[in-house]
Nanobody, 116 residues
Framework: VQLQASGGGLVQAGGSLRLSCTGS????????MGWYRQAPGKQRELVAG???????KYADSVKGRFTISRDSARNTVYLQMNRLKPEDTAVYYC???????????WGQGTQVTVSS
């Protein structure tokens, strides 16, 4: 099982990025997936979650700016990030949640840096 996150980079405040998470050995459409982030000196936090049934949840800090979605045909989960702020700077990770369908799996992180 492997998860691969990509799409990070350097962007100015107010800009947009789209992160992608692809996987092998996992069918995303039947699993709950999440995007997390970890900023220097801070704990890893949930940014957005998407259940197998299509329900979404977001951290308050990103509501209205970020959108999590899934392309089942491509077995890919996306995080569209708009109106980025410097405080969004972090390493972003995708995760296959393990609460209902263990185990959980983490992808490697992708760095997002937002300059002011």
């Amino acid at each position: 099982v492997q998860l691969q996150a990509s799409g990070g980079g350097l962007v100015q405040a107010g800009g947009s990025l789209r992160l992608s998470c692809t996987g092998s050995g996992i069918i995303f459409s039947i699993n709950d997936m999440g995007w997390y982030r970890q900023a220097p000196g801070k704990q890893r936090e949930l940014v957005a979650g998407l259940t197998s049934g299509g329900r979404t949840k977001y951290a308050d800090s990103v509501k209205g700016r970020f959108t999590i979605s899934r392309d089942s045909a491509r077995n890919t989960v996306y995080l569209q990030m708009n109106r980025l702020k410097p405080e969004d700077t972090a390493v972003y990770y995708c995760k296959k949640e393990g609460l209902l369908r263990p185990p959980e799996y983490w992808g490697q992180g992708t760095q997002v840096t937002v300059s002011s």
